[in-house]
Each structure stands twice: as C-alpha cells, then as structure tokens.
C-alpha cells in the first residue's frame, strides 16, 4: 500500500497580528486615520479649520513684532543702552525656546488641542500683565512669560497639518503665512497710531485682544484624529472623522479604523534614532539659521532707518552727528519712528507675501529640499546686497525681497518639518526645532543691533554666511517629503505592511480549517503545506 507522500511544513509566527484579521478567508474591511482623510477629501471643515488654525498666526505675530515697534519708546522711558533693548528680545525668545521643548513633548502625550489653548490662555495673561510693567526689569521677566506662551502656538500648525490631505498641504500650509503677514502689518499700523497718542501700554493691551478672541473660536476645532489613535482612542477619532465627513457632504470609507496605539511617544531619544539623526540634525541647522536671518532682517530694518548704516563711513560720520544733535534736544537720548518709518516697515513687511506663489510652486513641483536651498542661497545674496550705497528707495526694495525669501524659508520648512516626522513624536520634533529657531532669533539682536552698529559689514557677511550653511544643509537632506503621506510610526507601519503583504497570501494558502464554508486559521502560528516553505514578504519601511 502506497504511503501518502508527506509534504513540507512551514510556520509562521503571528502572535503581534490580531486574530480578528485571520477570522475567515475574507478579511473585513478596515482602514487607516491616512485612508480616511485622503477619502473624506477637501471642503467645508477643512477651511474652518484654515480660517481658526492661520488666526493663531495673527496673535503670534503681533507678539513678536511688538517688541520691534515697543523698543524706541522703552529705549526713551526707561533710558536703555543698546544691549539692553537687545536683552528683551532675546529674553522673549529664551522662553520660547525652553517652551516650545516642553510644549512639544506635552502636546505628544496629552494631545495638541489642550497645549494650545494652554499656550493661548497663558500668552494672553502675561501680556496683559506686560501692560502694567512698572520697570525695565518687570517688562523684561513679563515678556518672557509672553515668550513662553507663544511657543505654543506651533500646535496649530500641526493640527492643519494632520487633517490636511496630502495633496493640499503643500498649497494650504504656505498660504497661513498671510496670517503672519496680517497679524504683522496690523501691529505696525496699531503702533503708528497708538504710541504718540496714548501710548505703548495700551497698544500691548489692544494687542492682546485677537488672542483672546481664538480661544473662544477653538471650540469649533476637535483634536487630531491622528493622535487620538496613537493614543489608542480610536472611538474619538472616528467621531471625528465622520463629523469632518458630514461638513465635507462627504462618505467615510467602508469598514472599521484600524491602527495600532504605540506606548512609545513624544520621547526625545526618537529623535536622535538612527533612522532619524541625520535629518534631525540638519533641520536643526536649519531653524536656527533661518530665525537668525528673519529676525534679523527685521531688527536691522528699524537700525538702517534709525541710523543710516547704509553707505559706510560717511553714513556713520552723519549718524555721529544726528546723535549728537539729538542727545542735545532730548534728555533720554531716544530717537522714536517717525511716520515714514511707519511706511517703510510695512512696505518692507509686504514683501512676506510677495514671492509665496512662486515658493508654492516650487515646494509642490521641485520638492521641499530644492526650493529651501535655492531661497536660502537667495537670501544670503540679498543681505550683501544691503551693503551697496543706495537710495531710499534702494533700500526698501532690497528690505522688500528679504522679507520675502525668509518667510518662503519659513514657509518651506514649517511643512517640511510637519511631514518628515511620524505622528508619535511630530509635536516634539516641532518642540524641539522651535527651540533650536529661538536661539538664532536671541543672537539676532546683538548682530542686528549692537554689532551692526560697530562693523555693517561684518554683521551682513555673518548673516550670509548662515543662509549658505543652510542653504546647503537643506540641499542635502536625506529625505524628501513632496507627495509623501503622512508616517504614523514604526509600529503601526510594521503592522500595516504586514496586514497588506501577509493576508492576501494567507487566503490562498492550503492547509486552513474549513468552518461554514470558510478558510479559518487558528491559534497563534499559521501552518501552510505546499512544496516549498511559505516566505513572508518583506517590505521597506520608510
């Protein structure tokens, strides 16, 4: 009698698979936080989301450039030296460089949509407070608090940011920079009215207002759907998804949202990783340069029209004897804008705006890497170029084109740095990288106006010489993030990749147990017969 040949058995273990997946031949239908937003599409809430999300934009900046139309006159009252106006700059963005770590780690772990009202209620308080400083010392402790609070409002970025569908968030994100440029122009224009009439106590009052106005409207904005599953609150982020879908007038997909909670978030050692410390390093490089740049072409604006600095030594020789002339008529040795340096700021501040359709084309058909790099060389020809002898007009036009490419530099890597990192640690990585910005913006004022003030030259070369580093830092990032989905972590992805690769095998393999007309496969291991051991599909994790 023939004995039946026995075949080769292969097991695989799948102990980290569900057993829900391996139930019956046919899996059921599932989907991903990914899948749902790519298939609920752009519509109603997602320009709600623009509208409430780009405001935060209009408080910060008002915060931050009200230091830059406060200082002559806190240089008048309080009978500042140049490093001490500096020192409040600086102070300003020592604390948010310690918060926005701290913010940034929080928001990873108890959600982005808490940080951020914490950060606005917190911003708001110390601000109004910054109002009734009775001395220098007072006004320096309470604009760091302010500092600190602002940190904060990067969360709203990353909220946009996980909602958006891929294809919409290189032409959405760059477009919030007209919030910046508004909450800018709309601080400059308060405080060509506000400070000669009744003071700069009451603009930083008036200023807090649009602040206090979006915590009211936050209500109307949940938390990201995309962290809620990586905490493993998968019933709150499908109620959130399928409100989203109802706004749109949209469908969700079909099935059940599947994605895997992971224990290991907002921790700092996930970016210094392997996976992640060239890239981690290189953006680091670049923050810092770019805020350097920034606030220093706005810090050196209000010195080129306050002094002159334009045409070397003869310029200085004239500002010599304006401050002379001027330290004769007033016993503060202050010198307060006039009108036309009112007008010359917000000419120069428009240029934000100016180049944000060319640096949309370029993030969304170049890349994010390619656009970076040829504005940052762009700026770092722009600030030799203030060294040429012009004309007023002169002048305001190179400004002009400054503040144009540092804020396409903004632009540009806000996204970037939004899209490269995983969902479990993308609030840190914003953290961590708005820390390493505020210590180039609190270099900034002593080139900007202290140096600057000794050698013009010198100052600009330095201020060049960082926009080439970065320029070729950003050249040479080894990821590229143009059409690339948003990455939800190591884990989950591991999961996914096997789920897809691994299940649509397993419903051709023989050797299953039929239960009702169905392949059902049992236990912890899968056992498949043929003549050839079964091998898993491997698949790259990027």
Known sequence: MATKQTEPVA???LEDLSPESSESQKEPKTFTVEEAVETIGFGRFHIALFLI???????EAMEIMLIAVVSPVIRCEWH????????VTTMVFFGYMIFSILFGLLADRYGRWKILLISFLWGAYFSLLTSFSPSYIWFVFLRTMVGCGVSGHAQGLIIKTEFLPTKYRGYMLPLSQVFWLAGSLLIIGLAAVINPTIGWRW???IASIPGIILILAFKFIPESARFNVSVGNTQAAVATLERIARMNRSAMPEGKLVEPASEKRGRFADLLDAKYLRTTLQIWVIWLGISFAYYGVILASAELLERDLVCGSQA??????????????????????????YKTMIISTLGEIALNPLNILGINFLGRRISLSITMGCTALFFLLLNICTSSTGLIGFLFMLRALVSANFNTIYIYTAEVYPTTMRALG???SGALCRIGAMVAPFIAQVLMSASFLGALCLFSSVCVVCAISAFTLPIETKGRALQVGDIAKMFSALHYHLFPLLSDTPGCRKESGKCVYSGVHLITTGPAPFKAKKTPIT
């Not at 999300?53 to 408080?59: D, L, Q, R, W």
Request: hydrophobic share 35%.
């Open 316 to 341: 200085e020789t004239q500002m010599v004897l304006s401050e002379e002339s001027e330290e004769s008529k007033s016993p503060c040795h202050c010198h307060l804008f006039a009108p036309s340096d």
């Open 11 to 13: 097991t695989i273990g």
């Open 430 to 432: 914003m953290g961590t």
């Open 203 to 205: 603009l930083i009052r």
């Open 80 to 87: 500042l030296e140049n490093w001490q106006v500096a020192l």
């Open 53 to 59: 999300m780009g405001s935060t934009g209009v408080a």
